[in-house]
């Protein structure tokens, strides 16, 4: 089984910053791609970021390009998620996960995925 911890979310005004962590463990890291979900209250779970465990190639949806910066560490097995310029359309209950499948591929359907951590809350007020 594979398990995610989420934190460092919080209350932030718009145009504020936060950073999100993800401590994951369970299957090898190299082989998977990692990434960001989020999702509000009445909501479909909709995909942010992803990146390549090996190369660190990243992959952003157009609404937060330019404005969040995705990263991880390898020697502790953390996903990062850099929020800047933050809008209230930012605020939701975000999810890091990992690829269900070896490659490059990081699928934006949340029915793809068996595993969720608990999330964490990002709140941003106009």
């Known amino acids: 089984e594979v398990q995610f911890v989420e934190s460092g979310g919080g209350l932030a005004q718009a145009g504020g910053s936060l950073r999100l962590s993800c401590a994951a463990s369970?299957?090898?890291?190299?082989?998977?791609?990692m990434g960001w979900f989020r999702q509000s209250p009445g909501q479909e779970r909709e995909f942010v970021a992803a990146?390549?465990?090996?190369?660190?190639?990243?992959f952003y949806t157009d609404s937060v390009m330019g404005r969040f910066t995705l990263s991880r560490d390898t020697d502790k097995n953390t996903l990062y998620l850099q929020r800047d310029s933050l809008k209230s359309d930012d605020t939701a209950l975000y999810y890091c996960?990992?690829?269900?499948?070896?490659?490059?591929?990081?699928?934006?359907?949340?029915?793809?995925?068996?595993?969720w951590g608990q999330g964490t809350q990002v709140t941003v007020s106009s």
């Open positions: 369970g299957r090898t890291f190299s082989s998977y791609s």
């Open positions: 990146i390549t465990w090996d190369v660190g190639r990243t």
């Open positions: 996960n990992q690829a269900p499948t070896t490659g490059w591929g990081f699928p934006p359907q949340a029915s793809a995925y068996d595993y």
